[in-house]
């Protein structure tokens, strides 16, 4: 759907929040961050394997621990952006995106927000997710419906954020 403004507005469905947040987390896992943490998670289990076939007894639950900790960080870091994004993007609610002349203005049940291209540093789409980098390298993710913007928009915000 159009504004009158010329962006695009989107009425929230009940499964935008997990779509997104679905789409945030795939783009979460391919961090450096996170691929180191499951490269150092599977040589932890590789090590109690070796250790438990060799003989020693109780390496495997450090693999198991590891494991575990992994998954309910990607669990708990799922539920989190799930819980921000059902708050910011309530089923029912008519959201809105537009680019100006100075950045981006869009609006959520949280208010409106306009933000200078100045501030952007990153601008990824993954699934129905547009993930938007502003601050510093290690700042806030912005997430928001990946429909709000059209495809030469979001060329736009990224030929701006490689300047």
Not at 78 to 89: F, G, H, M, P, Q
Request: glycine share 8%; aromatic share 6%.
């Amino acid at each position: 759907m159009s504004t009158p403004e010329g962006g695009r507005s989107l009425v929230v469905d009940e499964q935008l929040a997990s779509r997104l947040a679905r789409g945030f987390l795939r783009w979460q896992l391919t961090r450096p961050s996170w691929i180191a943490l499951m490269g150092f998670t599977a040589l932890v289990v590789a090590l109690s394997v070796f250790l438990t076939v060799t003989g020693s007894e109780g390496a495997a639950w450090v693999g198991i621990a590891m494991v575990v900790i992994l998954c309910g960080a990607v669990i708990a870091s799922w539920v989190a952006v799930r819980s921000s994004i059902l708050r910011a993007y309530p089923v029912g609610f008519v959201a809105t995106a537009n680019l100006t002349a100075e950045g981006l203005q869009a609006t959520s049940a949280l208010g409106t927000s306009d933000i200078r291209y100045t501030a952007f540093r990153r601008v990824d789409a993954a699934g129905d997710a547009l993930l938007l980098k502003v601050g510093s390298s290690i700042g806030p993710v912005a997430v928001m419906p990946r429909s709000l913007l059209s495809d030469a928009d979001i060329t736009h915000l990224r030929s701006i954020t490689s300047r």
